[in-house]
Protein backbone atom coordinates (compact mmCIF):
# COMPACT_ATOMS: atom_id res chain seq x y z
CA UNK A 1 0.00 0.00 0.00
CA UNK A 2 1.41 3.35 -1.15
CA UNK A 3 1.65 5.95 2.10
CA UNK A 4 0.01 9.00 2.53
CA UNK A 5 2.09 12.28 2.59
CA UNK A 6 -0.40 13.76 5.81
CA UNK A 7 -1.79 12.56 8.92
CA UNK A 8 -4.98 11.63 9.81
CA UNK A 9 -6.37 14.59 11.87
CA UNK A 10 -4.55 17.38 9.81
CA UNK A 11 -7.11 18.03 7.29
CA UNK A 12 -10.73 17.05 7.22
CA UNK A 13 -11.89 13.67 6.36
CA UNK A 14 -14.13 13.30 3.77
CA UNK A 15 -16.84 11.05 4.19
CA UNK A 16 -18.87 9.56 1.11
CA UNK A 17 -21.94 8.73 2.30
CA UNK A 18 -23.57 5.72 0.02
CA UNK A 19 -21.97 6.76 -2.66
CA UNK A 20 -23.43 5.01 -5.86
CA UNK A 21 -20.66 4.67 -9.29
CA UNK A 22 -17.33 3.89 -8.60
CA UNK A 23 -15.89 6.40 -10.84
CA UNK A 24 -17.66 9.37 -8.63
CA UNK A 25 -15.22 8.10 -6.03
CA UNK A 26 -12.22 7.80 -8.11
CA UNK A 27 -13.19 11.04 -9.29
CA UNK A 28 -13.58 12.13 -5.79
CA UNK A 29 -10.46 11.34 -4.92
CA UNK A 30 -8.58 12.98 -7.62
CA UNK A 31 -10.49 15.88 -6.05
CA UNK A 32 -9.03 15.51 -2.69
CA UNK A 33 -5.58 14.62 -3.61
CA UNK A 34 -6.08 17.68 -6.41
CA UNK A 35 -5.92 20.10 -3.41
CA UNK A 36 -4.00 18.05 -0.15
CA UNK A 37 -6.55 16.58 1.19
CA UNK A 38 -5.97 12.65 1.74
CA UNK A 39 -8.22 11.23 4.17
CA UNK A 40 -11.66 9.24 2.61
CA UNK A 41 -14.23 7.54 4.22
CA UNK A 42 -17.25 5.37 2.36
CA UNK A 43 -20.20 4.68 4.75
CA UNK A 44 -21.86 1.56 2.47
CA UNK A 45 -20.98 1.93 -0.97
CA UNK A 46 -23.69 0.86 -3.16
CA UNK A 47 -21.09 -1.34 -5.16
CA UNK A 48 -19.41 -2.86 -2.61
CA UNK A 49 -15.47 -1.96 -1.89
CA UNK A 50 -12.84 -2.36 -3.44
CA UNK A 51 -14.42 -1.04 -6.64
CA UNK A 52 -12.03 -1.69 -9.89
CA UNK A 53 -13.91 1.97 -11.57
CA UNK A 54 -12.89 4.07 -8.80
CA UNK A 55 -9.34 2.86 -8.94
CA UNK A 56 -9.41 2.92 -12.94
CA UNK A 57 -10.73 6.30 -12.34
CA UNK A 58 -8.57 7.70 -9.75
CA UNK A 59 -5.23 6.96 -11.79
CA UNK A 60 -2.57 8.88 -9.64
CA UNK A 61 -4.82 9.41 -6.66
CA UNK A 62 -4.59 5.52 -6.21
CA UNK A 63 -3.41 5.75 -2.44
CA UNK A 64 -6.36 7.99 -1.43
CA UNK A 65 -8.24 4.58 -2.13
CA UNK A 66 -6.03 2.18 -0.61
CA UNK A 67 -6.37 3.91 2.53
CA UNK A 68 -9.92 5.05 2.21
CA UNK A 69 -11.95 3.65 5.47
CA UNK A 70 -15.09 1.42 4.91
CA UNK A 71 -18.09 1.53 7.45
CA UNK A 72 -21.28 0.08 7.77
CA UNK A 73 -23.39 2.77 8.56
CA UNK A 74 -22.26 7.03 9.54
CA UNK A 75 -22.43 6.64 13.38
CA UNK A 76 -19.16 4.70 13.01
CA UNK A 77 -17.68 6.72 10.38
CA UNK A 78 -17.89 9.64 12.40
CA UNK A 79 -16.85 7.84 16.00
CA UNK A 80 -13.41 9.33 16.09
CA UNK A 81 -14.58 13.12 14.50
CA UNK A 82 -15.30 16.27 16.47
CA UNK A 83 -16.89 18.47 14.54
CA UNK A 84 -18.82 17.23 10.71
CA UNK A 85 -19.81 19.75 8.03
CA UNK A 86 -23.04 17.97 5.94
CA UNK A 87 -22.31 19.21 2.37
CA UNK A 88 -26.02 19.84 1.37
CA UNK A 89 -28.02 21.74 -1.41
CA UNK A 90 -31.29 22.00 0.12
CA UNK A 91 -32.14 23.64 3.70
CA UNK A 92 -33.65 21.01 6.09
CA UNK A 93 -36.01 21.38 8.77
CA UNK A 94 -33.23 21.34 10.87
CA UNK A 95 -31.83 24.13 13.15
CA UNK A 96 -28.56 24.11 12.16
CA UNK A 97 -25.96 26.59 11.06
CA UNK A 98 -25.06 26.84 7.42
CA UNK A 99 -21.86 27.92 6.18
CA UNK A 100 -20.37 29.05 2.68
CA UNK A 101 -17.59 26.25 1.52
CA UNK A 102 -15.48 29.04 2.65
CA UNK A 103 -15.98 29.69 6.12
CA UNK A 104 -16.86 26.46 6.66
CA UNK A 105 -12.90 25.87 5.87
CA UNK A 106 -12.10 29.02 7.83
CA UNK A 107 -14.21 27.63 11.04
CA UNK A 108 -12.20 23.63 9.72
CA UNK A 109 -9.09 25.47 10.27
CA UNK A 110 -9.32 27.04 13.44
CA UNK A 111 -10.91 23.67 15.47
CA UNK A 112 -8.00 21.47 13.70
CA UNK A 113 -5.32 23.97 14.67
CA UNK A 114 -7.05 23.07 18.53
CA UNK A 115 -6.70 19.44 18.11
CA UNK A 116 -10.95 18.55 16.45
CA UNK A 117 -11.14 16.25 13.96
CA UNK A 118 -13.30 17.69 11.08
CA UNK A 119 -15.20 15.61 9.16
CA UNK A 120 -17.36 16.73 5.96
CA UNK A 121 -19.94 14.73 4.70
CA UNK A 122 -21.26 14.21 1.03
CA UNK A 123 -24.40 12.21 0.01
CA UNK A 124 -25.05 9.95 -2.82
CA UNK A 125 -25.25 11.24 -6.51
CA UNK A 126 -29.29 11.00 -6.78
CA UNK A 127 -30.67 12.01 -4.02
CA UNK A 128 -28.47 13.75 -1.48
CA UNK A 129 -27.93 13.03 2.22
CA UNK A 130 -30.71 12.07 4.00
CA UNK A 131 -31.76 14.39 7.36
CA UNK A 132 -31.65 12.05 9.57
CA UNK A 133 -27.60 12.06 8.32
CA UNK A 134 -28.04 15.84 7.99
CA UNK A 135 -29.06 15.67 12.13
CA UNK A 136 -25.81 13.71 12.97
CA UNK A 137 -23.76 16.66 11.55
CA UNK A 138 -22.91 20.02 13.81
CA UNK A 139 -23.44 22.20 10.81
CA UNK A 140 -24.22 22.50 7.20
CA UNK A 141 -22.09 23.56 4.04
CA UNK A 142 -24.00 25.00 1.42
CA UNK A 143 -22.28 25.46 -2.08
CA UNK A 144 -23.69 29.22 -3.57
CA UNK A 145 -25.01 28.15 -7.18
CA UNK A 146 -27.50 29.54 -9.97
CA UNK A 147 -30.66 28.16 -9.03
CA UNK A 148 -31.90 27.85 -12.12
CA UNK A 149 -28.99 25.07 -12.89
CA UNK A 150 -27.72 23.77 -9.75
CA UNK A 151 -26.91 20.07 -10.28
CA UNK A 152 -23.23 19.91 -9.29
CA UNK A 153 -21.96 16.20 -9.48
CA UNK A 154 -20.09 14.74 -6.32
CA UNK A 155 -16.83 14.89 -7.48
CA UNK A 156 -17.31 18.81 -8.40
CA UNK A 157 -18.35 19.56 -4.75
CA UNK A 158 -15.51 17.75 -3.05
CA UNK A 159 -13.28 19.66 -5.76
CA UNK A 160 -14.98 22.60 -4.51
CA UNK A 161 -14.29 22.40 -0.36
CA UNK A 162 -11.35 20.81 -1.14
CA UNK A 163 -10.28 24.21 -2.90
CA UNK A 164 -11.35 26.08 -0.20
CA UNK A 165 -9.36 23.99 2.45
CA UNK A 166 -6.31 24.40 0.26
CA UNK A 167 -7.40 28.19 0.34
CA UNK A 168 -7.08 28.03 3.94
CA UNK A 169 -3.61 26.61 4.48
CA UNK A 170 -1.58 28.06 1.77
CA UNK A 171 -0.50 31.61 1.81
CA UNK A 172 -0.57 32.46 -2.48
CA UNK A 173 -0.53 36.00 -3.07
CA UNK A 174 -3.52 37.67 -4.65
CA UNK A 175 -1.25 39.28 -7.76
CA UNK A 176 2.10 38.42 -7.73
CA UNK A 177 4.21 39.41 -11.04
CA UNK A 178 5.98 37.08 -12.99
CA UNK A 179 9.46 38.66 -13.99
CA UNK A 180 10.26 35.93 -16.24
CA UNK A 181 14.35 36.86 -15.17
CA UNK A 182 14.24 40.62 -15.68
CA UNK A 183 13.49 43.55 -13.17
CA UNK A 184 11.55 46.37 -13.24
CA UNK A 185 13.16 49.32 -14.80
CA UNK A 186 14.23 52.04 -12.07
CA UNK A 187 12.94 55.74 -12.42
CA UNK A 188 16.21 56.79 -14.11
CA UNK A 189 16.54 54.07 -16.93
CA UNK A 190 12.42 55.45 -17.52
CA UNK A 191 13.36 58.89 -17.57
CA UNK A 192 16.71 58.38 -20.22
CA UNK A 193 14.10 56.03 -22.17
CA UNK A 194 12.17 59.51 -22.18
CA UNK A 195 15.06 61.71 -23.06
CA UNK A 196 16.02 59.06 -25.92
CA UNK A 197 12.49 59.04 -27.47
CA UNK A 198 11.90 63.04 -27.33
CA UNK A 199 15.50 63.26 -29.14
CA UNK A 200 14.69 60.70 -31.91
CA UNK A 201 10.99 62.30 -32.46
CA UNK A 202 11.88 65.62 -31.90
CA UNK A 203 14.65 64.83 -34.90
CA UNK A 204 11.78 63.19 -36.85
CA UNK A 205 9.45 65.83 -36.78
CA UNK A 206 7.10 64.12 -34.51
CA UNK A 207 6.01 67.25 -32.51
CA UNK A 208 3.74 69.01 -34.64
CA UNK A 209 2.15 71.67 -34.39
CA UNK A 210 4.77 73.25 -31.83
CA UNK A 211 2.04 74.52 -29.47
CA UNK A 212 1.05 70.93 -29.17
CA UNK A 213 4.63 70.01 -27.93
CA UNK A 214 4.36 70.38 -24.65
CA UNK A 215 1.55 68.12 -24.48
CA UNK A 216 2.61 65.37 -26.24
CA UNK A 217 5.66 65.16 -24.69
CA UNK A 218 3.69 65.47 -21.17
CA UNK A 219 1.15 62.39 -22.59
CA UNK A 220 4.74 60.51 -23.82
CA UNK A 221 6.16 60.41 -20.06
CA UNK A 222 2.88 59.68 -18.96
CA UNK A 223 2.58 56.35 -21.16
CA UNK A 224 6.23 54.96 -20.48
CA UNK A 225 5.65 55.31 -16.71
CA UNK A 226 2.09 53.47 -16.80
CA UNK A 227 3.41 51.11 -18.47
CA UNK A 228 5.41 49.49 -15.42
CA UNK A 229 8.38 48.53 -17.85
CA UNK A 230 11.21 46.48 -17.49
CA UNK A 231 14.65 46.51 -17.91
CA UNK A 232 14.49 44.12 -20.83
CA UNK A 233 11.49 45.89 -22.33
CA UNK A 234 13.96 49.28 -21.91
CA UNK A 235 16.34 47.93 -23.89
CA UNK A 236 14.01 46.50 -26.62
CA UNK A 237 12.49 50.04 -26.87
CA UNK A 238 15.84 51.81 -26.67
CA UNK A 239 16.94 49.30 -29.87
CA UNK A 240 13.63 49.94 -31.95
CA UNK A 241 14.23 53.43 -31.65
CA UNK A 242 17.62 53.37 -32.76
CA UNK A 243 17.07 51.11 -35.65
CA UNK A 244 14.11 52.62 -36.66
CA UNK A 245 16.12 55.79 -37.53
CA UNK A 246 18.74 54.29 -39.29
CA UNK A 247 16.41 51.81 -41.54
CA UNK A 248 14.81 55.44 -43.34
CA UNK B 1 -32.44 28.72 -30.07
CA UNK B 2 -33.32 28.61 -26.85
CA UNK B 3 -32.51 32.57 -24.99
CA UNK B 4 -29.80 33.03 -22.25
CA UNK B 5 -30.35 35.07 -19.56
CA UNK B 6 -27.64 37.67 -19.63
CA UNK B 7 -26.17 39.89 -21.78
CA UNK B 8 -22.67 39.85 -22.86
CA UNK B 9 -20.48 41.81 -21.36
CA UNK B 10 -22.49 41.46 -17.71
CA UNK B 11 -19.71 38.64 -16.70
CA UNK B 12 -16.97 37.09 -18.20
CA UNK B 13 -16.72 35.66 -21.34
CA UNK B 14 -15.33 31.57 -21.19
CA UNK B 15 -12.79 31.14 -23.94
CA UNK B 16 -11.97 27.58 -24.89
CA UNK B 17 -8.91 27.63 -26.92
CA UNK B 18 -8.51 24.29 -29.28
CA UNK B 19 -10.61 22.07 -27.05
CA UNK B 20 -10.30 18.37 -27.76
CA UNK B 21 -13.10 16.64 -26.56
CA UNK B 22 -16.27 17.36 -27.00
CA UNK B 23 -17.31 15.69 -23.56
CA UNK B 24 -15.15 18.45 -22.20
CA UNK B 25 -17.09 21.22 -23.89
CA UNK B 26 -20.23 20.00 -22.35
CA UNK B 27 -19.02 19.71 -19.32
CA UNK B 28 -17.78 23.47 -19.60
CA UNK B 29 -20.85 24.46 -20.62
CA UNK B 30 -22.86 22.59 -17.47
CA UNK B 31 -19.49 24.15 -15.12
CA UNK B 32 -20.28 27.97 -16.48
CA UNK B 33 -24.57 27.73 -15.41
CA UNK B 34 -23.74 25.90 -12.30
CA UNK B 35 -22.23 29.41 -11.39
CA UNK B 36 -23.72 31.95 -13.48
CA UNK B 37 -21.96 32.51 -16.82
CA UNK B 38 -23.67 32.06 -19.92
CA UNK B 39 -21.07 33.74 -23.18
CA UNK B 40 -18.71 30.69 -24.44
CA UNK B 41 -16.13 31.08 -27.34
CA UNK B 42 -14.58 28.56 -28.72
CA UNK B 43 -11.30 28.64 -30.57
CA UNK B 44 -10.67 25.85 -33.73
CA UNK B 45 -12.28 23.14 -31.14
CA UNK B 46 -10.30 20.15 -32.69
CA UNK B 47 -13.27 18.13 -33.81
CA UNK B 48 -15.32 20.50 -35.41
CA UNK B 49 -18.80 22.52 -34.44
CA UNK B 50 -21.35 21.99 -33.62
CA UNK B 51 -20.17 18.71 -31.31
CA UNK B 52 -23.00 15.96 -30.55
CA UNK B 53 -20.75 15.15 -28.03
CA UNK B 54 -20.76 18.39 -26.18
CA UNK B 55 -24.61 18.80 -26.72
CA UNK B 56 -24.75 15.53 -25.07
CA UNK B 57 -22.86 16.29 -22.18
CA UNK B 58 -24.10 19.93 -21.51
CA UNK B 59 -28.16 18.41 -21.24
CA UNK B 60 -29.43 21.39 -19.25
CA UNK B 61 -26.96 23.56 -20.21
CA UNK B 62 -27.72 23.00 -23.65
CA UNK B 63 -28.21 26.95 -24.06
CA UNK B 64 -24.29 27.94 -23.38
CA UNK B 65 -23.62 26.13 -26.25
CA UNK B 66 -26.48 26.55 -28.37
CA UNK B 67 -25.06 30.50 -28.41
CA UNK B 68 -21.19 29.57 -28.35
CA UNK B 69 -19.33 31.71 -30.01
CA UNK B 70 -16.98 29.73 -33.08
CA UNK B 71 -13.74 31.35 -33.95
CA UNK B 72 -10.87 30.00 -36.68
CA UNK B 73 -8.11 31.93 -34.32
CA UNK B 74 -7.39 33.84 -30.84
CA UNK B 75 -7.26 37.17 -32.26
CA UNK B 76 -10.99 36.63 -33.54
CA UNK B 77 -11.94 35.85 -30.29
CA UNK B 78 -10.36 38.56 -28.57
CA UNK B 79 -11.35 41.24 -30.76
CA UNK B 80 -14.06 42.76 -28.73
CA UNK B 81 -12.52 42.30 -25.05
CA UNK B 82 -10.62 44.91 -23.38
CA UNK B 83 -8.91 42.69 -20.34
CA UNK B 84 -7.76 38.99 -20.99
CA UNK B 85 -7.33 36.47 -18.31
CA UNK B 86 -5.23 33.53 -19.48
CA UNK B 87 -5.85 30.45 -17.19
CA UNK B 88 -2.46 28.78 -17.23
CA UNK B 89 -0.59 26.33 -14.33
CA UNK B 90 2.86 26.92 -15.18
CA UNK B 91 4.68 29.97 -14.74
CA UNK B 92 6.14 31.25 -18.29
CA UNK B 93 9.31 33.17 -19.65
CA UNK B 94 6.20 36.18 -19.96
CA UNK B 95 6.34 39.33 -17.85
CA UNK B 96 2.86 39.43 -16.60
CA UNK B 97 0.56 39.30 -13.92
CA UNK B 98 -0.20 36.25 -12.22
CA UNK B 99 -3.61 36.61 -9.89
CA UNK B 100 -5.47 33.65 -7.51
CA UNK B 101 -8.92 32.62 -9.20
CA UNK B 102 -10.53 35.30 -6.38
CA UNK B 103 -8.25 37.92 -6.92
CA UNK B 104 -8.71 37.63 -10.90
CA UNK B 105 -12.66 37.71 -10.49
CA UNK B 106 -12.13 40.78 -8.01
CA UNK B 107 -10.87 42.12 -10.80
CA UNK B 108 -12.92 41.35 -13.53
CA UNK B 109 -16.18 42.56 -11.34
CA UNK B 110 -14.01 46.06 -11.13
CA UNK B 111 -12.73 45.85 -15.06
CA UNK B 112 -16.52 44.88 -15.96
CA UNK B 113 -18.69 47.50 -13.75
CA UNK B 114 -16.32 50.15 -15.52
CA UNK B 115 -17.66 48.78 -18.68
CA UNK B 116 -15.01 46.54 -20.10
CA UNK B 117 -15.66 43.46 -21.72
CA UNK B 118 -13.37 40.63 -19.84
CA UNK B 119 -12.17 37.23 -20.84
CA UNK B 120 -10.52 33.92 -19.73
CA UNK B 121 -8.85 32.08 -21.67
CA UNK B 122 -8.56 28.10 -21.19
CA UNK B 123 -5.99 25.78 -22.90
CA UNK B 124 -6.60 22.70 -24.38
CA UNK B 125 -6.60 19.32 -22.33
CA UNK B 126 -3.30 18.02 -23.18
CA UNK B 127 -0.78 21.22 -23.09
CA UNK B 128 -2.76 24.05 -22.13
CA UNK B 129 -1.98 27.46 -23.42
CA UNK B 130 0.82 28.07 -25.86
CA UNK B 131 3.02 30.95 -24.98
CA UNK B 132 1.90 32.58 -28.17
CA UNK B 133 -1.23 32.16 -26.63
CA UNK B 134 -0.88 33.32 -23.34
CA UNK B 135 0.86 36.32 -24.92
CA UNK B 136 -2.19 37.93 -26.23
CA UNK B 137 -4.09 38.05 -22.16
CA UNK B 138 -3.28 40.71 -19.86
CA UNK B 139 -2.47 38.79 -16.91
CA UNK B 140 -2.37 34.98 -15.59
CA UNK B 141 -4.71 32.96 -13.08
CA UNK B 142 -3.24 30.17 -11.57
CA UNK B 143 -5.44 28.25 -9.61
CA UNK B 144 -3.24 26.51 -6.27
CA UNK B 145 -3.27 22.81 -6.75
CA UNK B 146 -0.96 20.18 -5.07
CA UNK B 147 2.03 20.58 -6.58
CA UNK B 148 2.61 16.78 -6.30
CA UNK B 149 -0.91 16.19 -7.40
CA UNK B 150 -1.97 19.25 -9.96
CA UNK B 151 -3.78 17.60 -13.15
CA UNK B 152 -7.22 19.64 -13.41
CA UNK B 153 -9.35 18.67 -16.17
CA UNK B 154 -10.51 21.68 -18.00
CA UNK B 155 -14.29 21.67 -16.90
CA UNK B 156 -12.85 21.46 -13.33
CA UNK B 157 -10.84 24.98 -14.44
CA UNK B 158 -13.68 26.25 -15.87
CA UNK B 159 -15.70 25.57 -12.44
CA UNK B 160 -13.30 27.58 -10.20
CA UNK B 161 -13.18 30.33 -11.75
CA UNK B 162 -17.04 30.47 -12.33
CA UNK B 163 -17.51 29.71 -8.53
CA UNK B 164 -15.18 32.41 -7.61
CA UNK B 165 -17.24 34.38 -9.85
CA UNK B 166 -20.82 33.99 -8.50
CA UNK B 167 -18.86 34.40 -5.19
CA UNK B 168 -17.90 38.21 -6.46
CA UNK B 169 -21.41 38.72 -7.70
CA UNK B 170 -23.50 37.02 -4.76
CA UNK B 171 -23.88 38.23 -1.08
CA UNK B 172 -24.30 34.82 0.61
CA UNK B 173 -23.59 35.06 4.29
CA UNK B 174 -20.48 32.95 5.81
CA UNK B 175 -22.46 31.74 8.69
CA UNK B 176 -26.19 31.83 8.56
CA UNK B 177 -28.58 30.23 11.00
CA UNK B 178 -31.62 27.40 9.31
CA UNK B 179 -33.96 28.38 12.02
CA UNK B 180 -36.76 25.70 10.32
CA UNK B 181 -39.55 28.10 11.09
CA UNK B 182 -38.46 28.21 15.26
CA UNK B 183 -37.01 30.89 16.69
CA UNK B 184 -33.98 30.96 19.50
CA UNK B 185 -34.96 31.11 23.07
CA UNK B 186 -35.35 33.90 25.09
CA UNK B 187 -32.88 34.54 27.95
CA UNK B 188 -36.12 35.18 30.16
CA UNK B 189 -36.80 31.55 28.27
CA UNK B 190 -33.25 30.15 29.22
CA UNK B 191 -33.38 30.94 32.62
CA UNK B 192 -36.94 29.80 33.28
CA UNK B 193 -35.35 26.06 31.49
CA UNK B 194 -32.86 26.55 34.33
CA UNK B 195 -35.04 27.27 37.09
CA UNK B 196 -37.22 23.67 36.40
CA UNK B 197 -33.68 21.99 35.64
CA UNK B 198 -32.76 22.89 39.50
CA UNK B 199 -36.53 22.21 41.11
CA UNK B 200 -36.45 18.56 38.98
CA UNK B 201 -32.80 17.82 39.96
CA UNK B 202 -32.80 19.22 43.25
CA UNK B 203 -36.23 16.93 44.35
CA UNK B 204 -34.44 13.71 42.53
CA UNK B 205 -31.00 14.24 45.34
CA UNK B 206 -28.86 15.21 42.38
CA UNK B 207 -27.00 17.93 44.18
CA UNK B 208 -24.68 15.81 46.08
CA UNK B 209 -22.07 16.26 48.00
CA UNK B 210 -23.67 19.56 49.45
CA UNK B 211 -20.79 21.42 48.82
CA UNK B 212 -20.39 20.70 45.05
CA UNK B 213 -24.30 21.66 44.67
CA UNK B 214 -23.09 25.62 43.97
CA UNK B 215 -20.76 24.34 41.22
CA UNK B 216 -22.77 21.69 39.66
CA UNK B 217 -25.40 24.44 39.16
CA UNK B 218 -23.43 26.90 37.61
CA UNK B 219 -22.15 24.23 35.25
CA UNK B 220 -25.85 23.52 34.12
CA UNK B 221 -26.62 27.59 33.48
CA UNK B 222 -23.50 27.62 31.68
CA UNK B 223 -24.48 24.33 29.59
CA UNK B 224 -27.79 26.02 29.28
CA UNK B 225 -26.50 29.10 27.68
CA UNK B 226 -23.83 27.81 25.61
CA UNK B 227 -26.24 25.59 23.60
CA UNK B 228 -28.26 28.49 21.59
CA UNK B 229 -31.23 27.04 22.44
CA UNK B 230 -34.34 27.27 20.28
CA UNK B 231 -37.86 28.03 21.52
CA UNK B 232 -38.76 24.23 20.29
CA UNK B 233 -35.72 22.85 22.23
CA UNK B 234 -36.64 24.62 25.53
CA UNK B 235 -40.39 23.16 25.29
CA UNK B 236 -39.08 19.65 24.76
CA UNK B 237 -36.36 19.58 27.22
CA UNK B 238 -39.51 21.06 29.71
CA UNK B 239 -41.23 17.91 28.48
CA UNK B 240 -38.44 15.44 28.78
CA UNK B 241 -37.96 16.91 32.81
CA UNK B 242 -41.87 16.60 33.55
CA UNK B 243 -41.96 13.18 31.65
CA UNK B 244 -38.75 11.72 33.15
CA UNK B 245 -40.24 12.70 36.95
CA UNK B 246 -43.73 11.12 35.91
CA UNK B 247 -42.30 7.69 35.01
CA UNK B 248 -40.38 6.98 38.09
Given at each position: MRPL??????APVVVLVRPQMGENIGAAARAMLNFGLEHMRLVAPRDGWPNPAAVAMASGAGPVLEHAGLFSDLPGALADCDYVFATTARVRGLVKPVYTPEAAMTEARALIGAGKRVAVLFGPE?????NEEVARANAIVTIPVNPAFYSLNLAQGVLLLAYEWMRQTTETPARAENLAGTDFATGLEVEKLGDHFEEKLEASGFFFPQQKAPMMKLNLRNMLTRWGLTRAEVQTLHGILRQLVRGR
Open positions: TSELGSRAGLE
